[in-house]
T-cell receptor, first 115, second 109 residues
Framework: ETGVTQTPRHLVMGMTNKKSLKCEQH?????MYWYKQSAKKPLELMFV???????ENNSVPSRFSPECPNSSHLFLHLHTLQPEDSALYLC??????????????FGPGTRLTVL | GQNIDQPTEMTATEGAIVQINCTYQ??????LFWYQQHAGEAPTFLSY??LDGLEEKGRFSSFLSRSKGYSYLLLKELQMKDSASYLC??????????WGAGTKLIIKP
């Protein structure tokens, strides 16, 4: 595997379900990100981890819970989601955090549908 | 508030040149990125500008004017595969990355 991978690619869940999204980067980067992308809207940065520590949480609802066990893996735990949470969830990584002017490498995303 | 403006959609002809504009109002400036995103795929990095001027990279060039809060992405010799969304993003003084909504570029034969 190369680059940034995400699983699953598609997920349909009910509002009472609990699920997790997984991201793995094979680039040796030190920073990882979760984004939400809704149609015709700007990318919304949800969480930033640098060296496995959370450095950014842009007022994301608590029904989204990130976990970064090491610099290569990032999870997004989901529970009691709402239909408006349906979107494409993108993971990205970069050499260093946002203060480095480094390009971000994105995974293919997980298309989430909440029924 | 912080804001990135870019046209929602543009149409151009194969073989032609197109310029996609991006204007920004942010609290400070620490660089501007352009990304390309094909439908159903991940965004991929195109360019990064932090100083004024033109950066050329093959058929793609990116220009920045910090005093005007303005950038453009210039695509030459358009090919059908250039049909995609083009995202402008600015890093502000707190190193927050602010994204535009993207410009969908449609290339016609």
């Amino acid at each position: 595997e190369t680059g940034v991978t995400q699983t699953p690619r598609h997920l349909v869940m009910g509002m009472t379900n609990k699920k997790s999204l997984k991201c793995e980067q094979h680039l040796g980067h030190n920073a990882m990100y979760w984004y939400k992308q809704s149609a015709k809207k700007p990318l919304e940065l949800m969480f930033v981890y640098s060296l496995e520590e959370r450095v950014e949480n842009n007022s994301v609802p608590s029904r989204f819970s990130p976990e970064c066990p090491n610099s290569s893996h990032l999870f997004l735990h989901l529970h009691t989601l709402q239909p408006e949470d349906s979107a494409l969830y993108l993971c990205a990584s970069s050499q260093s955090g946002l203060d480095g002017g480094n390009e971000q490498f994105f995974g293919p995303g997980t298309r989430l549908t909440v029924l | 508030g912080q804001n990135i403006d870019q046209p929602t959609e543009m149409t151009a002809t194969e073989g032609a040149i197109v310029q996609i504009n991006c204007t920004y109002q942010t609290s400070g400036f620490n660089g501007l990125f352009w990304y390309q995103q094909h439908a159903g795929e991940a965004p991929t990095f195109l360019s990064y500008n932090v100083l004024d001027g033109l950066e050329e990279k093959g058929r793609f060039s990116s220009f920045l004017s910090r005093s005007k809060g303005y950038s453009y992405l210039l695509l030459k010799e358009l090919q059908m595969k250039d049909s995609a969304s083009y995202l402008c993003a600015v890093t502000d003084s707190n190193y927050q990355l602010i994204w535009g909504a993207g410009t969908k570029l449609i290339i016609k034969p």
